[in-house]
T-cell receptor, first 110, second 112 residues
Framework: GIQVEQSPPDLILQEGANSTLRCNFS?????LQWFHQNPWGQLINLFY???GTKQNGRLSATTVATERYSLLYISSSQTTDSGVYFC????????????FGKGTRLSVIA | DGGITQSPKYLFRKEGQNVTLSCEQN?????MYWYRQDPGQGLRLIYY???????QKGDIAEGYSVSREKKESFPLTVTSAQKNPTAFYLC???????????FGPGTRLTVT
């Protein structure tokens, strides 16, 4: 089945720093989502981004589907950005399940 | 408010007992999903349902059962056959024609 690898596994940042998280996937995918899991376990949708670039405030994401990777950029990080960031891809088209990477654990310190 | 609710938030059971986790959504979504998360790991698919009265096994269905009698509800039963049931369980849903899954707040199950 499709494999999803995220890097780095752990990241510690000083507040105000920028970071780039990477997601590689092993096969062609129709769709890709980025999530943030907060310390209480809630998964929050960040981006639905099968290709191209999107921005939402201090966060932006780029997916290059032909090269099978996606990047999540966090600028001017804040302590509230701490948590685990997951990339997930769809196996097929339609209402089908996501395959998750193991995540990047981000700690932003004041 | 529209959304996905899971109850209870925390659940404790003795080994050998079956337990049912609730997942309800009022988003009018057709598809619903159950995932399991272990510490330091990503999410793994247990079961999913794309329509009422139909569901499919995911990657780790052994020891679990589901039903989908109503569009809004997709309960998960963790049976005594599940060898390592202690985990964080997340329910999700997605609407037809959409490609974004939305997640509930999760249930932490501890079996001793």
């Amino acid at each position: 089945g499709i494999q999803v690898e995220q890097s780095p596994p752990d990241l510690i940042l000083q507040e105000g720093a920028n970071s780039t998280l990477r997601c590689n996937f092993s096969d062609s995918v129709n769709n890709l989502q980025w999530f943030h899991q907060n310390p209480w376990g809630q998964l929050i949708n960040l981006f639905y981004i099968p290709s191209g670039t999107k921005q939402n405030g201090r966060l932006s994401a780029t997916t290059v589907a032909t090269e099978r990777y996606s990047l999540l950029y966090i600028s001017s990080s804040q302590t509230t950005d701490s948590g685990v960031y997951f990339c997930a891809v769809y196996r097929y088209s339609g209402n089908t399940p996501l395959v998750f990477g193991k995540g990047t654990r981000l700690s932003v310190i004041a | 408010d529209g959304g996905i609710t899971q109850s209870p938030k925390y659940l404790f059971r003795k080994e050998g007992q079956n337990v049912t986790l609730s997942c309800e959504q009022n988003l009018n979504h057709d598809a619903m999903y159950w995932y399991r998360q272990d510490p330091g790991q990503g999410l793994r698919l247990i079961y999913y349902s794309q329509i009422v009265n139909d569901f499919q096994k995911g990657d780790i269905a052994e020891g679990y059962s589901v039903s989908r009698e109503k569009k809004e509800s997709f309960p998960l039963t963790v049976t005594s056959a599940q060898k390592n049931p202690t985990a964080f369980y997340l329910c999700a849903s997605m609407g037809t024609g959409s490609y974004e899954q939305y997640f509930g707040p999760g249930t932490r199950l501890t079996v001793t």
